[in-house]
DNA sequence: GAGTGTGTGTCAAACTATTGACATGGATGC
DNA sequence: GCATCCATGTCAATAGTTTGACACACACTC
């Protein structure tokens, strides 16, 4: 019955599994609005927190700094994102979303809660703060080096 | 207290972030052996149902069978795995471990085992097992299409 | 002040992965 | 039998990502 008893490490496909299906469901619920994972990503954490520098953001997203910056240069194209040209301290330049994105956020955060929710359907509310709260110990127990 | 409260897609992130240090210890680890952690999730998927064809390795992969197909490339160039260019019913090549791929999943398994072990450390041997089992119901919400 | 270190942005090259397409060999329909 | 459909393997082109390198700006130490 117990699939952990035979191999300690099913429990880490499992999770891989898991956030390879997420992903392809909020990529099949994300193309109609022509936004990309990564780039819903990027336009989420910049919404928690406007006029974050491109490198911190690359760290949110767990990708080089390189790719956010292409990423990023995409967005600026379709006039989602505005880059201060002016430069900060440390030769940083901050990001802002612009109107439309929060226009098309809306949307995506629709699309996206409707796909956790039903990946969560089958687990009680009591048992989701749970399974919250010992992932996350696991993640945190990754964090050093 | 409850990030899942304000927002129920944080358990979406979680699951990302969770993967994605997991992942970067576990390239930690296998680097020093010249592996990757898709290499090293081939070969564990070709250890645990020998003869496996190549297409089916891409699917428990999560990757397109192209993609699959140069990694196996790269694997039988070091002696790792070999195919059988005997065709087989349906045009499909098995793939085999080597011995030499043996050897080294051994010392690659103990890596792979320490991360997982860490990872779970301040998780209690009951709670592992539900853990598992919550995260499991999830990725079985997501299977369907 | 000079030297060192860290963080940021950007360029180029290499690698990895996906998409699209095609031929082949079986299976399944009638 | 024959047509259709599904699955595999492979090729080419494309897209996305990482690695390595460099310049710049600030903080820190001595």
Same mark, same amino acid.
């Given at each position: 019955?117990?699939?952990?008893? &035979?191999?300690?490490? @099913?429990?880490?496909?499992?999770?891989? !599994?898991?956030?390879?299906?997420?992903?392809?469901?909020?990529? =099949?619920?994300? &193309?109609?609005?022509?936004?990309?994972?990564?780039?819903?990503?990027?336009? +989420?954490?910049?919404?928690?927190?406007?006029?974050?520098? @491109?490198? !911190?953001?690359?760290?949110?997203?767990?990708?080089? &700094?390189?790719?956010?910056? /292409?990423?990023?240069?995409?967005?600026?194209?379709?006039?989602?994102?505005?880059?201060?040209? =002016?430069?900060?301290?440390?030769?940083?330049?901050?990001? /802002?979303?612009? =109107?439309?994105?929060?226009?098309?956020?809306?949307?995506?955060?629709?699309?996206?809660?409707?796909?956790?929710?039903?990946? +969560?359907?089958?687990? !009680?509310?009591?048992?989701?703060? &749970?399974?919250?709260?010992?992932?996350?110990?696991?993640?945190?127990?990754?964090?050093?080096?």
């Amino acid at each position: 019955m117990d699939a952990l008893d &035979r191999s300690p490490e @099913s429990l880490g496909v499992l999770i891989k !599994e898991t956030q390879s299906l997420l992903n392809q469901r909020m990529d =099949d619920r994300l &193309r109609p609005l022509a936004l990309s994972v990564p780039q819903y990503a990027c336009l +989420t954490a910049l919404q928690d927190t406007p006029g974050i520098t @491109s490198s !911190e953001l690359a760290r949110r997203a767990f990708v080089s &700094r390189q790719s956010m910056n /292409v990423l990023l240069q995409g967005l600026e194209k379709r006039g989602l994102v505005t880059r201060s040209s =002016d430069p900060g301290p440390r030769r940083e330049r901050s990001v /802002v979303l612009n =109107d439309a994105a929060e226009l098309l956020l809306e949307r995506a955060h629709e699309e996206v809660s409707s796909v956790v929710q039903r990946m +969560t359907m089958e687990v !009680e509310l009591v048992e989701r703060a &749970r399974l919250y709260e010992l992932l996350a110990r696991c993640r945190d127990a990754l964090l050093i080096p």
